[in-house]
């Protein structure tokens, strides 16, 4: 199994500043995935981080308001950009190994 | 699209009763279907998974079963335990592993809480 950490775990920013999330992973891991989960909402999957290449976004997300970076099989990280509050949620990263998901524990995003 | 409805919660049991958790889903072909669950303070992590129909997953003394007949992989444990209390979320993957190139897609989870 790959532990998957993420900093920050939270934090609070003011509306139209942005905040980028880091996401390290233990081992080598095939695809990484970036989620939100809303307020009292589902997980929704945000965009596969492609190692080397552009990362692929879901239908609703967008690059220029969720930049992502992918430099090495271990590692990607998240920007929020010109954050409103509606952006306040929880962004999840995972990896995906053989045969699961391993998900990390979450950084908590609350925009004033 | 594919999507995941389950049922909502709170769902509130006592100790040693019997849980379903129903979970129906839509989707194009043959997904991988899971259950996730997130205790209190701590991050997603597998429960149990089945990738094709009449497959069982079974973990912790939890059990689904794939139905492809009623699109169905409803979450059961004949007696559960405070320590169950935690959210419990239904998913699905288009990968036949569940673990390969597709994100997954996820219901909106059922905050299960167990009374001693």
């Known amino acids: 199994s790959a532990v998957i950490s993420q900093k920050p775990s939270r934090d609070i920013c003011q509306r139209g500043t942005s905040l980028t999330i880091q996401c390290q992973v233990d081992?080598?891991?095939?695809?990484m995935f970036w989620y939100r989960q809303q307020p009292g909402q589902s997980l929704t999957l945000i965009a596969t981080?492609?190692?080397?290449?552009?990362?692929?976004?879901e239908s609703g997300f967008v690059i220029d308001k969720f930049p992502i970076s992918r430099p090495n099989l271990t590692f990607s990280t998240l920007t929020v950009s010109n954050m409103s509050p509606e952006d306040s949620s929880i962004y999840l990263c995972?990896?995906?190994?053989?045969?699961?998901?391993?998900f990390g524990p979450g950084t908590r995003l609350t925009v004033l | 699209g594919d999507s995941v409805t389950q049922m909502e919660g709170p769902v509130t049991l006592s100790e040693e009763a019997f849980l379903t958790i129903n979970c129906t889903y839509t989707?194009?072909?043959?997904?991988?279907l899971f259950w996730y669950v997130q205790y209190p303070g701590e991050g997603l992590q597998l429960l149990l998974k089945?990738?094709?129909?009449?497959d069982k997953g079974s973990n912790k003394g939890f059990e689904a079963t794939y139905r492809k007949e009623t699109t169905s992989f409803h979450l059961e444990k004949g007696s559960v335990q405070v320590s169950d209390s935690a959210v419990y979320f239904c998913?699905?993957?288009?990968?036949?592993?569940?673990?390969?190139?597709?994100?997954?897609?996820f219901g909106k989870g059922t905050h299960l809480i167990i009374q001693p």
């Open positions: 089945a990738t094709k129909a009449d």
């Open positions: 989707a194009t072909g043959y997904p991988s």
């Open positions: 981080a492609n190692q080397g290449s552009e990362a692929t976004y």
């Open positions: 995972s990896g995906s190994g053989t045969n699961e998901q391993f």
């Open positions: 081992s080598q891991v095939t695809m």
């Open positions: 998913a699905l993957s288009d990968s036949v592993a569940g673990g390969g190139a597709d994100g997954l897609t």
